[in-house]
């Protein structure tokens, strides 16, 4: 109850602050954008764009529309602390950052690699992990590497919106790139309608110890910074970003970690944690 209050409180400070503004257009136009937050308090919960597909990051069991894993599991924190509650809201890639623009959802909390070109768009949270792109094939694949990967015509298979399409082009100019719906990589595989999944790697986590009929080649891609996603000048990412620094500091992101993870948190620039 104590830390509820306290973060409550500091928060209402900062956004007084924010209110105590210049005059001028221009914070005139930056005050509309910071809403969310309000928009919260008022409604009593919190609306969030997820990607329900990665296994033990943020996926739905059998028989649930409910999110579990690692994302939820910090999103519900966030909410306890502003005792709101949480409704999800279910999006392609290529649709997150208009959604969260246009207030569809208070923001989107996913595996989103923080690029600067989306900075542009929206703004970033505090990174809360870090990784680094992977390649899941068939077990009797005939690849071994991302050198294989250069021949002519590989299929590649990568969800709408993905950041993949232009590293793909860029670093398999010969690649032949299948979209596929959300979750569908490892149907896909089995079944020959791609060669190879390009995707971080807390995505194939799960589905390795899950399914023997998957191999990971043994190269990796650059690392990566993931943030939540937040309307561009919506200073609610502020609130957001004192929440996870508390939860850092004491202790409980470490908790959640090793809960979904498997392992400790360490942090480090490797693909396993930040």
């Given at each position: 109850?104590k830390?509820a ?6 928060l ?22 910071q809403?969310?937050?309000?928009r919260?308090?008022?409604n ?5 764009g ?17 999110p ?20 999800w ?9 208009t ?6 959802v208070?923001?989107?909390a ?32 005939s690849?071994?590497?991302?050198e ?7 299929k ?10 232009s ?6 100019p010969?690649?032949?790139?299948v ?7 490892q ?10 999944s ?13 399914n ?20 561009s ?6 609130v957001?970003?004192?929440y ?15 809960n979904?993870?498997g392992?400790?948190w ?9």
């Amino acid at each position: 109850m104590k830390k509820a209050v306290s973060l409550i409180l500091a928060l209402a400070m900062m956004f007084s602050l924010a209110a105590c503004g210049g005059g001028d257009d221009k914070g005139d136009e930056a005050a509309e954008t910071q809403n969310a937050y309000a928009r919260i308090l008022e409604n009593g919960y919190m609306t969030v764009g997820i990607d329900p597909t990665i296994e033990n990051i943020i996926f739905t069991e059998a028989g649930s529309d409910e999110p579990t894993g690692f994302i939820p599991d910090i999103v519900r924190g966030f909410a306890e602390e502003l005792g709101v509650d949480v409704k999800w809201e279910i999006l392609e890639w290529s649709a997150m950052l208009t959604a969260v623009n246009t207030g569809k959802v208070d923001f989107i909390a996913a595996n989103m690699n923080m690029r600067l070109d989306r900075e542009a768009e929206i703004d970033f949270s505090d990174p809360w992990l870090v990784d680094s792109a992977m390649a899941c094939v068939a077990k009797d694949s005939s690849y071994q590497s991302f050198e294989d990967l250069k021949a002519p015509g590989t299929k590649f298979g990568i969800a709408s919106g993905s950041v993949y399409e232009s590293i793909i082009a860029e670093q398999f100019p010969e690649a032949e790139i299948v979209t596929l719906p959300l979750g569908t990589w490892q149907e896909s595989l089995a079944s020959g309608v791609i060669d190879v999944s390009l995707d971080d790697s807390i995505v194939f986590a799960g589905p390795m110890t899950e399914n023997e009929n998957l191999r990971l080649l043994p190269d990796r891609g650059d690392s990566y910074l993931y943030g939540f996603a937040f309307a561009s000048g919506d200073k609610s990412v502020e609130v957001f970003n004192l929440y996870l620094t508390k939860l850092k500091a004491f202790g409980t992101y470490a908790e959640l970690y090793k809960n979904w993870m498997g392992f400790d948190w360490e942090p480090n620039n490797f693909g396993t944690a930040y």
